[in-house]
């Protein structure tokens, strides 16, 4: 009688096999160099990539957020801007960034460093064009298409740093990246307090949107020359560098790092729980935080500050979340935990909201906002690095991502309408209302890692032992599906 080669334990013995065999032939390519040209390497990277791709989002940030000096500034006044409206031109920016989340996807058909280029043009673009509409439809039109250029580039950079970077290194190089968005709003903050100071003959307002746009236009033609279209090919780097970067890619990530699109991995994106769960997640930050930039010198004037010294104010609760920011999230990747951290910066930005809508003494509201900012920021970094996290194909992590971004930049919808200037000084129900979310947001952190936490026992029990920092190189068609890949919890 012929042996079964069909059943279970024969074919898992085959695939551990094979498995076996391509993790030592990563090994032995590892071991073609040395620790230290590996260090050395990747320092490298990390100080050319991160940089650029982090100043490519500082500009976007400035160019989305900008509309809030702006109107402070005087371009409310000036054109009879009412409540009703300003919260439009604010939400009509996250419709285009919601609806054109699916351009993640173009990150793995479409050479990078051009596709990035037209999208920092176009946004660039059209926030220098602000400057010359004078109505309410014209200024509508140019939001809409700042939140489409900037859906092409801002929310595929996790995307794109899977890459280049193992699972334990994508905490700090992402919390680094998403860092310079304080440092985007501590910059137009304190470039606002200058601009309005200043005695031209257009509008401050007016003078503050061109100036602010034409880095975004400088800095798109140096990403088209100067951005890696993959991991082996970094023109910053030596080729033996190159080679480096790219081998320890394909072993922190699997082999498909550089595939095309992988259709049945995009699909099951759909229907993974985790993706609905971490969209949840972002949905509560994004609520909580995502129109923040916008209302924050709002709210510092309510607290009886000048126009002008609330532009510069604005700049030191961001200053703290830089800080916090990058710090958190090196020690997450130390730690490998994701969830318990969320739980606790989703924690201390409700305590601010909290204080903020029950406190009236200014002092103590404005170090509330330091607690709101250094609370969600690194909450948003961590979130959108846990979602990267635990998608096991690259395919899979870039429907991933659009799923996330897409529900969660609903977010900033409802977030833009909770502050009417009705509701000024204090702004009660929406400081409530940000608590309430951000709470919610800390119990689902909390629920997603018990989860993960118990689908690695499982597959520990069933299929043998592993951990976070094993990625099975056959990754490509099974996703995080592969009996032998642990979540991140």
Not at 158 to 187: K, Q, V, W
Not at 259 to 276: G, M, R
Not at 440 to 465: E, F, P, T, W, Y
Request: hydrophobic share 45%; net charge neutral.
């Amino acid at each position: 009688m012929m042996p079964d080669r069909t059943s279970k334990p024969n074919d898992d013995h085959i695939e551990m096999a094979d498995e076996d065999l391509k993790v030592e032939a990563a090994h032995e390519a590892e071991s073609s160099w040395t620790p230290e040209e590996e260090k050395k390497a990747l320092r490298k990277l990390d100080w050319c990539l991160i940089p650029l791709v982090g100043v490519l989002y500082l500009v976007s940030y400035i160019d989305r957020g900008n509309i809030g000096n702006a109107y402070t500034a005087g371009m409310g006044k000036e054109w009879g801007i009412t409540s009703d409206d300003y919260s439009w031109i604010v939400t009509i920016y996250y419709i285009a960034y919601i609806l054109f989340h699916w351009l993640i996807l173009v990150w793995k058909v479409m050479p990078l460093p051009l596709w990035t280029a037209i999208m920092a043009f176009g946004w660039g673009t059209c926030s220098i064009l602000q400057a010359t509409v004078r109505s309410f439809g014209g200024i509508m039109a140019l939001r809409f298409l700042i939140g489409v250029f900037e859906a092409g580039f801002v929310p595929a950079v996790a995307l794109y740093l899977t890459f280049f970077y193992h699972r334990r290194e994508m905490g700090l190089r992402y919390g680094l990246f998403i860092s310079f968005s304080p440092l985007a709003s501590c910059f137009a903050s304190a470039l606002a307090y200058g601009i309005v100071q200043a005695h031209t003959s257009i509008a401050n307002w007016q003078l503050l949107f061109i100036i602010e746009g034409i880095p975004t236009i400088i800095l798109a033609f140096v990403a088209w020359y100067y951005l890696p279209a993959s991991p082996s090919q970094c023109r910053f780097l030596t080729a033996r560098q190159n080679e480096i970067i790219s081998q320890r890619a394909i072993k922190g990530r699997g082999q498909d790092t550089q595939q095309k699109l992988n259709f049945s991995q995009v699909f099951a994106a759909f229907y993974d729980y985790k993706n609905y769960m971490q969209a949840f997640i972002i949905f509560c930050l994004n609520t909580a935080f995502g129109s923040l930039p916008a209302y924050l010198p709002t709210i510092l004037t309510s607290m009886g500050y000048t126009s002008v010294h609330a532009q510069g104010l604005s700049a030191c609760p961001y200053i703290t979340a830089y800080v916090v920011c990058v710090a958190m999230s090196m020690l997450s990747d130390k730690a490998g935990q994701r969830g318990i951290f969320v739980f606790v910066f989703c924690c201390i930005g409700a305590v601010g909201y909290i204080l903020l809508a029950t406190l009236e003494s200014t002092g103590v509201r404005y170090f509330s906002t330091f607690l709101v900012c250094a609370g969600v920021f690194p909450a948003v970094a961590l979130t959108f690095t846990w979602v990267t996290d635990n998608q096991g194909s690259s395919s899979k992590r870039g429907a991933g991502l659009a799923i996330f971004g897409m529900v969660g930049q609903c977010g900033p919808i409802l977030g833009a309408r909770i502050f009417p200037k009705s509701d000024g000084p204090y702004y009660a129900k929406g400081m409530w209302i940000c608590a309430g979310v951000l709470l919610a947001a800390a119990l689902m952190a909390v629920i997603l890692s018990i989860c993960l936490r118990l689908q690695n026992r499982h597959r520990d029990r069933v299929h043998g032992k592993s951990d976070t920092a094993h990625v099975p190189l056959d990754i490509a068609d099974k996703g995080d599906d592969h009996p032998m890949y642990r979540y991140v919890p």
